[in-house]
């Protein structure tokens, strides 16, 4: 069984930093890969960022590039993204997700998180 909980959403002023943290309940986490995806109202899913088990291999979404960074900590069973330079378009529920391949993160993961709310004011 796999569980996915997200934290340190919240609101933020444009130009400023937030770190989202998901704690992940899950057999052998270190051999899977994690990532993040966003959801903004009205609007699909956007990936985000993923990274493989080692953190060797890390992808990110265009509109994010250069600002986020993901990163993990195998021994606390945790994925992190920090969030930096954010824009008001950055506001969405941002969830984190767990599967096997960074290919598999980054098209279609199998669990999700419950997501946690981002919020960026102008």
């Known amino acids: 069984q796999v569980r996915l909980v997200e934290s340190g959403g919240g609101l933020v002023q444009a130009g400023g930093s937030l770190r989202l943290t998901c704690a992940a309940s899950?057999?052998?986490?270190?051999?899977?890969?994690m990532g993040w995806f966003r959801q903004a109202p009205g609007k699909e899913r956007e990936f985000v960022a993923a990274?493989?088990?080692?953190?060797?291999?890390?992808y990110y979404g265009d509109s994010v590039k250069g600002r986020f960074t993901i990163s993990r900590d195998n021994a606390k069973n945790t994925v992190y993204l920090q969030m930096n330079s954010l824009k008001p378009e950055d506001t969405a529920i941002y969830y984190c997700?767990?599967?096997?391949?960074?290919?598999?993160?980054?098209?279609?993961?199998?669990?999700w998180g419950q997501g946690t709310q981002v919020t960026v004011s102008s």
């Open positions: 990274v493989s088990w080692s953190g060797v291999s890390i």
């Open positions: 899950v057999r052998t986490f270190s051999s899977y890969a």
């Open positions: 997700v767990v599967d096997q391949t960074t290919g598999r993160v980054r098209a279609s993961p199998d669990y």
